[in-house]
């Protein structure tokens, strides 16, 4: 069975820092999923914030590019989000995402609480 985990999310000041981590676990060959993170604020849908491929190409969501970074350790099977100049408009629950497309697997874990606020 598949899990997917996150962890790190809380509270902080506008312009601070957070790092997520989301760690796989009954996962076979981490190495090969495209992982992501999405945020879902309260009456929004949920968007993609960042991704990265199986050979580490990164994007990001316009609304994160400069402050956020994703990375990925295989050797760990876990992904990481390095979160910096915080907005309140950053407060959503963080989903992580692993995507394999052939055959074609999603998996989503249960979202962390992020809240930028003063």
């Known amino acids: 069975q598949v899990q997917l985990v996150e962890s790190g999310g809380g509270l902080v000041q506008p312009g601070g820092s957070l790092r997520l981590s989301c760690e796989a676990s009954?996962?076979?060959?981490?190495?090969?999923?495209?992982m992501g993170w999405y945020r879902q604020a309260p009456g929004k849908q949920r968007e993609l914030v960042a991704a990265?491929?199986?050979?580490?190409?990164?994007n990001y969501a316009d609304s994160v590019k400069g402050r956020f970074t994703i990375s990925r350790d295989n050797a760990k099977n876990t992904v990481y989000l390095q979160m910096n100049s915080l907005k309140p408009e950053d407060t959503a629950v963080y989903y992580c995402?692993?995507?394999?497309?052939?055959?074609?697997?999603?998996?989503w874990g249960q979202g962390t609480q992020v809240t930028v606020s003063s």
């Open positions: 990265i491929t199986s050979g580490s190409t990164t």
């Open positions: 009954g996962i076979i060959s981490f190495s090969i999923y495209s």
């Open positions: 995402n692993a995507l394999r497309t052939s055959p074609r697997v999603n998996y």
